[in-house]
């Protein structure tokens, strides 16, 4: 009620998720049709939001005469840039913090044809891990002959689905996604699919890494990655 801006309204995590936002737009149409919302609320929402982003610096209408067209393409020119990406690596690198690094592990070194399993919670992630990789191999900073694969874990998920693809990997590196303290249980399958993993992996002598990518208290929990 008198939000100007809704704010994660819904989860986005992949392209098809994307229809839950022309959801939300058609109800924000149907309430206006109804008489529940009016378009001199609407307009009066947006001038703040305007107003609030001009303020702190983040949107400059008084000086900025550039058309839309112009301000797209200097967007396109400069996001995926060299620079771009440059400082998407040091923000990347300032914002993980290394908790553990028994025998000097991190960061990977894969060679010759050696593979890397990324287990994640959803598929978002796993296009994000597969991007990712591809970049680095791309630049040059992880040798062409290696693989990689990305497999999406849930509440579903077993030990035993996941045994063939640990098998046939060097290096496992496993995505924990805690959103709530009960998720921090033992038997939780957020908690228990990773630790059940790296378990396994060391049985196997293979290289498993453990990254908390939501709350941190999680890292706690995985004494033996």
Not at 130 to 142: A, D, F, N, T, V
Request: overall charge negative; charged content about 30%; proline content about 4%.
């Amino acid at each position: 009620v008198d939000a100007d801006i809704l704010l994660m309204p819904t989860i986005l995590r992949s392209q098809e998720d994307l229809e839950k936002l022309d959801n939300i737009i058609s109800e924000v149409k149907l309430a206006v049709e109804e008489g529940r919302i009016t378009l001199e609320d609407i307009d009066d929402s947006v001038a703040r939001i305007l107003a609030l982003k001009e303020r702190r610096g983040t949107l400059n209408l008084s000086e900025d005469k550039r058309t839309f067209e112009e301000r797209l393409t200097e967007a396109q020119d400069i996001v995926g840039s060299t620079r771009n990406r440059a400082v998407e690596r040091v923000v990347t690198e300032e914002a993980v913090t290394v908790v553990k690094n028994e025998e000097a592990l991190l960061p990977l070194k894969p060679e010759g044809e050696e593979k890397i399993l990324l287990l994640t919670t959803n598929n978002n992630e796993a296009l994000a891990m597969k991007h990712g990789m591809k970049r680095l191999i791309g630049e040059g900073k992880l040798p062409s002959t290696i693989t990689n694969e990305a497999y999406v874990y849930n509440s579903q998920t077993s030990l035993e689905e996941l045994k063939s693809q640990i098998d046939s990997s060097d290096y496992v590196v496993v995505i924990s996604e805690i959103d709530s303290a009960s998720q921090l249980l033992p038997s939780h399958w957020r908690t228990k699919i990773p630790t059940e993993v790296v378990d396994y992996g060391n049985s196997l002598d293979i290289p498993t890494v453990i990254m908390s990518v939501s709350k941190p208290y999680d890292a706690a929990n995985y004494t033996e990655a």
